[in-house]
């Protein structure tokens, strides 16, 4: 055995034990000892080739588990939809297309009593139960490609579906070449592989990388902590295992952390960072808790290009799944452009069905209020639509909340309180990319106490965003008016009409 095989021999030893016994996976080891069988000896996990995927014994017990209405005809339309790949279709299109059946189900036909086929819906996945279903990680799992064979190191299964794909290196080897010596050659080589795949994980140990399909190395990024209270994290494989591989979080990101965007004529598949996943979580906690939290869910700071679009649409999604009830959400900002590319995102993946981003943008203080009063789904606005300070509030028997984008610098003034006062019973949350100061405290008392913090410190050091650096250049500025700071401040104060002052206190 040679010095490298042994080397990624241990970290991958490392990594089955701590699924199996601290995260109660069951592991198989298939190098040289799978047999190719549909039998129940326990050297077979149900394959008849190594060029299957799917294992289909674990598949169908979870099948007939989660819908009790199966027979084996129904589930032999499961296997035929699952197996089916249009030709034309990209690996990204095909993974797209199963992830929608997984997470919305499969439409099969059924016979009722009269002897009519009907259309029904069968489940793949217990999203609310995640210790129901069936976690298996299975070690050196030989797969056949059409010309090629390939050996890969962990992939993980989830009621038989292939959801986990792990490449390991020795700890003295760059994570980076695990990405380009083999996952590379795997897409080429055994692309099927892929088709079903949710993570994509590499790690040689000290440190681990996590992405999608379709990503370049460059946007896999780390996960590093277990709560927001780990100040400084751990790039280590063991914290990625622990953090994603829990089987309540891998069903949660499975299910509300994925989105597709088709932004820019293309697809691109995104899976919620490290950040994002605590923040918007601990979001949706409040949002369920908010009835006693008289409205206020809190200030969601996340430092600029963290992805705060991204993490609205991933809170948005999952109240919308997992609750009770039908809520009407509203994003607001206040510029025109913002208004516009956040309702593209919600379009661009998927969030708004069929149906355009314009339909659920208000175009007046008037469309906005007969839109509050009609229960959509979603509203996209610019806060200077409440602008109809005698309106009457809106009482509804359904919950409204408000998704403040920029609340540090938009949350005061005649708007905010038109809003306040117009929709007295709304839960509010604001996102920020800026701290609140001591002075503050309008954004405070608008929203409460922080939700969630991830600062500038803490992406830099994330990689999530890139240093910033100041040049001191002051000796080319000359100030001659050292007051001008109470000088603006004592003009502001003079001007009568609230609604301009609070635009040149926007400007300043």
């Not at 490609?145 to 992939?155: P, S």
């Not at 990503?215 to 295992?241: C, I, N, P, Y």
């Not at 839960?427 to 405070?444: A, E, V």
Request: proline share 3%; net charge negative.
């Amino acid at each position: 055995m040679s010095y490298e095989y042994s080397e990624n021999e241990l970290v991958q030893n490392s990594a089955i034990e701590l699924l199996r016994d601290t995260l109660k996976w069951r592991t198989f080891y298939a190098y040289n000892d799978e047999v190719l069988d549909d039998s129940s000896s326990p050297k077979s996990i149900g394959r008849k080739s190594y060029k299957e995927i799917l294992l289909t014994r674990y598949l169908k017990e979870a099948v007939f588990k989660f819908n009790d209405w199966m027979t084996d005809d129904i589930f032999g339309q499961v296997l035929k939809i699952l197996n089916t790949k249009i030709s034309s279709d990209s690996a990204i299109q095909t993974n797209e297309k199963n992830y929608n059946f997984f997470k919305e189900g499969i439409e099969v036909d059924v016979q009722d009593d009269n002897g009519n086929y009907v259309k029904r819906r069968l489940q793949l996945f217990d999203f609310e139960h995640p210790l129901e279903n069936d976690f298996l990680a299975v070690q050196e799992m030989k797969i056949w490609g059409e010309v090629y064979h390939r050996r890969a190191d962990i992939v993980g299964f989830v009621n038989g579906i292939p959801l986990l794909f792990v490449e390991l290196k020795r700890d003295d080897i760059p994570v980076e070449n695990a990405y380009n010596d083999n996952y590379k050659d795997y897409q080429d080589t055994i692309p099927q592989l892929f088709y079903y795949n949710a993570f994509i994980m590499f790690a040689n140990g000290p440190e681990a990388k996590v992405g999608t399909l379709g990503a370049k190395f460059k946007f896999f990024h780390e996960w590093k902590r277990l709560s927001e209270d780990d100040e400084e994290g751990s790039v280590a494989f063991e914290t990625m295992l622990l953090g994603m591989c829990n089987k309540k979080n891998f069903m949660d990101l499975f299910e509300n952390f994925i989105l597709f965007d088709h932004s820019n004529g293309k697809v691109v598949k995104i899976l919620a960072r490290n950040h994002q996943f605590l923040g918007v979580n601990q979001a949706f906690e409040n949002y369920k808790a908010r009835k006693f939290k008289d409205g206020k869910l809190g200030v969601f700071w996340h430092t600029q290009g963290s992805g705060k679009s991204y993490s609205m649409l991933f809170l948005a999604q999952k109240i919308h799944r997992k609750l009770e009830g039908s809520p009407t959400i509203v994003i607001l900002t206040d510029r025109t452009e913002l208004n516009k590319q956040i309702s593209g995102t919600f379009e661009a993946c998927g969030c708004l069905g069929n149906v355009k981003a314009g339909k659920y943008i208000a175009s007046s203080g008037d469309d906005l209020i007969t839109k509050l009063k009609g229960n959509p789904a979603y509203i996209f606005s610019l806060i200077q639509k409440f602008n109809k300070p005698d309106a009457k509030p809106i009482h509804t028997d359904y919950d409204i909340l408000l998704i403040s984008d920029e609340a540090h610098r938009s949350q005061n003034g005649v708007y905010a309180d038109n809003m306040c006062r117009l929709l007295p019973e709304a839960s509010r949350i604001g996102f920020t990319g800026t701290p609140l100061f001591s002075f503050d405290n309008i954004t405070q008392r608008t929203f409460g106490d922080y939700v969630s913090i991830y600062d500038f410190k803490r992406a830099v050091d994330d990689g999530a965003t890139v240093p910033l650096y100041y040049e001191n250049r002051g000796e080319k500025l000359v100030l001659e008016n050292p007051e001008i700071n109470e000088r603006l401040l004592e003009a502001i104060e003079e001007i009568d009409d609230e609604e301009k002052r609070t635009k040149v206190e926007n400007l300043i």
